[in-house]
């Protein structure tokens, strides 16, 4: 194993990392982002208040019992088993799902399940004075959701969805036992080719590592952002002096 050798299948075969780096990425932000999605939506649900002996109150509760089995089973099994049942789960049914939506369909649903989670401790962080005073308004729970509780639970639990952006850039590497042609796949088909495994996993590695680098700064960034500046400064009117 030499440099030459690393460099050398880097220049023949640069345009099929770069290709299998792009499908990464995508996976990655597009099932984020529906992970994230799902996840606000089963928060939401899951704070709703629950009158007692109601119609309202038994259809919540089977929803509750439904989203709570859901994510039980997305966060406690593998999501390798997890892809395999569901792309030729339904294969077997009839339904032929492109392999790409079905990658992006099982880790979406995957980091729903966590960030249901995630959502739930925002939600739960804050302080109960703040329903109180909203209800005092005339508040209901969705406006109390949406104009008050959200937009806090954003930035609590901006760190660990930017964790499960970087999660899911390596996790998609299980994705291959589908065939989708995303980086870890097409690293096999090179060194295949070549026979050099250690060589092209290592240039697989250090592609990796640039993507999950660059993720975690421009997070960063944003919560900077998001925190705005550190110290504020009042400005008075300036008071004519006595005369």
């Given at each position: 194993?030499?440099?030459?050798?690393?460099?050398?299948i880097?220049?023949?075969?640069?345009?099929?990392?770069?290709?299998?780096?792009?499908?990464?990425?995508?996976?990655?932000?597009?099932?984020?982002?529906?992970?994230?999605?799902?996840?606000?939506?089963?928060?939401?649900?899951?704070?709703?208040?629950?009158?007692?002996?109601?119609?309202?109150?038994?259809?919540?509760?089977?929803?509750?019992?439904?989203?709570?089995?859901?994510?039980?089973?997305?966060?406690?099994?593998?999501?390798?088993?997890?892809?395999?049942?569901?792309?030729?789960?339904?294969?077997?049914?009839?339904?032929?799902?492109?392999?790409?939506?079905?990658?992006?369909?099982?880790?979406?649903?995957?980091?729903?399940?966590?960030?249901?989670?995630?959502?739930?401790?925002?939600?739960?962080s804050?302080d109960?004075?703040?329903?109180?005073a909203?209800?005092?308004?005339?508040?209901?729970?969705?406006?109390?959701?949406?104009?008050?509780?959200?937009?806090?639970?954003?930035?609590?639990?901006?760190?660990?969805?930017?964790?499960q952006?970087?999660?899911?850039?390596?996790?998609?590497?299980?994705?291959s036992?589908?065939?989708?042609t995303?980086?870890?796949?097409?690293?096999?088909?090179?060194?295949?080719?070549?026979?050099?495994?250690?060589?092209?996993?290592?240039?697989?590695?250090?592609?990796?590592?640039?993507?999950?680098?660059?993720?975690?700064?421009?997070?960063r960034?944003?919560?900077?952002?998001?925190?705005?500046?550190d110290?504020?400064?009042?400005?008075?009117?300036?008071?004519?002096?006595?005369l």
């Amino acid at each position: 194993m030499s440099l030459d050798i690393i460099l050398s299948i880097l220049k023949e075969n640069w345009p099929s990392y770069l290709q299998g780096a792009y499908i990464t990425l995508l996976i990655a932000v597009f099932s984020t982002i529906i992970g994230a999605l799902i996840g606000l939506l089963i928060g939401v649900v899951h704070t709703i208040p629950l009158r007692k002996k109601s119609l309202k109150a038994v259809i919540l509760k089977i929803i509750n019992f439904i989203l709570t089995v859901y994510v039980e089973i997305f966060r406690g099994t593998p999501m390798i088993v997890q892809a395999m049942v569901v792309f030729y789960g339904l294969y077997a049914y009839g339904i032929e799902m492109d392999r790409f939506v079905a990658a992006v369909v099982v880790v979406g649903l995957n980091t729903g399940a966590y960030m249901a989670e995630y959502v739930r401790g925002g939600i739960v962080s804050i302080d109960k004075g703040q329903y109180e005073a909203a209800a005092a308004i005339g508040m209901g729970h969705f406006q109390t959701m949406v104009h008050v509780i959200l937009p806090q639970v954003f930035r609590n639990i901006l760190p660990a969805t930017g964790n499960q952006l970087i999660m899911n850039i390596k996790d998609s590497a299980v994705l291959s036992v589908i065939s989708v042609t995303e980086l870890f796949f097409t690293t096999k088909s090179i060194a295949g080719a070549n026979f050099r495994f250690a060589e092209s996993f290592i240039i697989t590695c250090i592609i990796y590592l640039i993507m999950t680098f660059i993720a975690s700064r421009i997070l960063r960034i944003i919560e900077k952002k998001m925190d705005g500046q550190d110290a504020y400064q009042v400005q008075t009117k300036k008071e004519e002096p006595i005369l």
